[in-house]
């Protein structure tokens, strides 16, 4: 298992920008496909962004040219950055982990969550 903790939640008002970090722990962190995923009240959780251990990006349309996910491998730290963020993007975000430990252990792994919060 990658243990996960995420920081850089908070309240920012519409239009405005935040970061969000999750550190991972383990070894295996650069062979782990990272995304964040986020749940906002009475919604199911989806998927926000994802990134490969080969630096392969995915983005949901909803967040497409607004969010930024990156990873430092060196840091094992995955990062997203959030821009023109609005309303709708007020949610729990996630972060996740999955891999392969060794061929008959795949993971997946979530961090506690962080609030982000946008006001209109």
């Known amino acids: 298992q990658v243990q996960l903790v995420e920081s850089g939640g908070g309240l920012v008002q519409a239009g405005g920008s935040l970061s969000l970090s999750c550190a991972a722990s383990g070894s295996i962190f650069s062979t782990s496909s990272m995304a964040w995923y986020r749940q906002a009240p009475g919604k199911q959780r989806e998927l926000v962004a994802r990134i490969t251990s080969s630096g392969i990006t995915n983005y949901a349309d909803s967040v497409k040219g607004r969010f930024t996910i990156s990873r430092d491998n060196g840091k094992n730290t995955v990062f997203l950055q959030m821009n023109s963020l609005k309303p709708e993007d007020t949610a729990v975000y996630y972060c996740?982990?999955?891999?392969?430990?060794?061929?008959?252990?795949?993971?997946?792994?979530w961090g506690q969550g962080t609030q982000v919060t946008v006001s209109s």
């Open positions: 996740n982990a999955r891999g392969l430990a060794n061929i008959y252990s795949p993971y997946d792994s």
